[in-house]
């Protein structure tokens, strides 16, 4: 719950995500931070949270002289301040690169990391919560068996005393299993000062964040735990901890759609993005993906094998099994798409038909329109891309070709395995192939005339 929800004042909250980690173990021309799960990157996914838990500045500390980064942060959080870190000297030094930030003070103060995607909106809100009653800082963490790698949360009694990172533990600290999961929430009134004082007398000769607990606590000020699920918090470093955080989205996904009124039939196959709309009663058999922007109206049916992206589905549009749907195609009210059939940048009109084996691209095709089997718009020259209009209740006969720019007017038929190049009037019958002429016992003869060379050449 945020404090508008309490009726409370409404405390202002910068966020600051460090981003600017090399990502060694990825093995990647590829920030870490850039790369995707279900659809948005990593980053992405941070920034979407701190704002939805209400960050109304957010800065980001990034490598130097990454416009790809850059340009990130602009797309998921315009108005973001972006800083540069050059040298990785520690969490603290990270933070303090956005001291700028700091310095406008919040009345919050969370700090993120860019790589940690699973971490939500809602924790971040939990996280800050006891600013508002007073706390300096609260540590987010979580308890368990396995704590080797992570910062020890030590406590005298009930109080938060400081946090030792394993380097740095002794014997009896490292046997502590309450561990830093990294993020913090810090009270704006204090945090600067507190992570100025951070000095990097420790193992790793760096600037540790957590060490503002240390100070704090010795200043007197409260600082509160934060519990967490060890899993939300799990930062990415490499392919297969990318694999998990995908996982994790993809079951919260699928979950949120079925709670949302659409069957999924073997929801473990199905690949959905963030920002996937669906409507209700829908129906999505095995092994759909679903990439990014995509909507699907009330009441469709997703038969299996069927890949979307950037597309949209009105209400009660019937698609696949096997159907590629990708940069901008619309299917209104009751199209019908079956196996195997392609449409790009195309807009099909209601109750429009493709029922087999077709791909229709950079077209326009009215309402109640029949694309017979194979058809196929030939929108691409070798240089440009080319429109096809296909009109109301036009007829397309299977295995057309129909050659862009050019246009089938409404309620036209095209004859079956036409190659069409000129316009077709509206009401007109086009036929553009052969005509067929049969020679009544040609076989025969022709059969006999085989044999015969053969057997004359052995
Ligand atoms: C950190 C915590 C540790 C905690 C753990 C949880 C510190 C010193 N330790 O350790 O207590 O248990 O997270 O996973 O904070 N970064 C920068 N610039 C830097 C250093 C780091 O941007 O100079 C970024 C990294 O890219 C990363 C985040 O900060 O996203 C955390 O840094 P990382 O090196 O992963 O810290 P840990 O050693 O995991
Ligand atoms: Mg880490």
């Known amino acids: 719950m945020t404090s508008s929800d309490t009726g409370a004042p409404r405390r ?11 990502g060694t173990r990825m093995r ?19 920034l979407a ?36 870190q050059a040298e990785r000297l520690g969490t603290a030094h990270a ?51 396995r704590p080797s790698g992570y910062g020890r949360v030590l406590t005298e009694g009930e109080r938060v ?15 502590v299993r309450l561990c830093n999961a990294g993020l913090m929430a ?27 607990v240390a ?12 519990p967490v699920e060890e899993a939300e918090a ?13 996982a994790e989205i993809q079951r919260r996904l699928r979950r949120s759609a079925q709670l949302g009124g659409a069957t999924l039939v073997a929801p473990e196959t199905v690949f959905l993005s963030v920002d996937t709309v669906l409507g209700r009663d829908v129906l999505i058999e095995p092994h759909v993906v679903i990439g990014p922007k995509v909507r699907i109206g009330d009441g469709c049916l997703l038969r299996a094998f069927s890949h979307l992206v950037e597309t949209t589905l009105e209400s009660g549009v019937d698609i696949g099994p096997h159907v590629r749907l990708r940069g901008g195609a619309v299917l209104e009210r009751g199209v019908h798409l079956g196996n195997f059939v392609e449409v790009k940048n195309a807009r099909l009109g209601p109750g429009a038909k493709a029922s087999h084996l077709s791909y229709l691209g950079d077209a326009e095709v009215g309402a109640g329109a029949n694309i017979g089997a194979g058809t196929i718009t030939c929108n691409y020259d070798g240089v440009s891309k080319h429109r096809t209009v296909i009109g109301a209740g036009a007829f397309i006969g299977s295995d057309s070709a129909l050659v862009a720019p050019v246009t089938v007017g409404a309620g036209a038929y095209v004859a079956t395995g036409s190659v069409i190049t000129d316009d077709v009037p509206e009401g007109a019958l086009a036929i553009a192939r052969g005509r067929q002429t049969n020679k009544p016992g040609w076989a025969k003869a022709k059969r006999a005339a085989l044999k015969a060379a053969k057997a004359k050449k052995s």
């Open 161 to 175: 005393v400081a946090i030792r990172e394993e380097k740095d533990a002794t014997p009896e600290e490292r046997q």
């Open 234 to 246: 799990q930062g990415v470093n490499d392919r297969v901890q990318l694999a998990v955080a995908e």
């Open 95 to 145: 933070v303090l690169a956005a001291r700028a930030a700091l310095e406008e003070a919040s009345d919050d103060v969370v700090v993120a990391f860019g790589d940690t995607p699973l971490v939500t909106a809602e924790t971040f809100s939990r996280l800050r919560a006891p600013l508002a009653a007073g706390a300096a800082i609260a540590v987010l963490a979580f308890e368990t068996d």
């Open 186 to 212: 810090l009270s704006g009134r204090h945090a600067l000062a507190l992570l100025s004082r951070i000095g990097n007398d420790n193992a790793a000769g760096e600037y540790y964040l957590p060490d503002a």
């Open 28 to 46: 990647s021309d590829l920030p870490k931070v850039l790369h995707a799960v279900a659809g948005r990157t990593m980053l992405g996914h941070v």
């Open 49 to 84: 949270a701190v704002q939805e838990a209400g960050a109304t500045r957010v800065a980001v500390v990034a490598e130097p002289g990454r416009a790809d980064v850059a340009a990130e942060i602009e797309r998921m959080a315009p108005g973001a301040d972006v800083f540069s």
């Open 12 to 22: 202002s909250l910068t966020a600051v995500v460090l981003a600017a980690g090399k």
């Open 215 to 226: 100070l704090a606590a010795a200043d007197g000020l409260p600082v509160v735990v934060v």
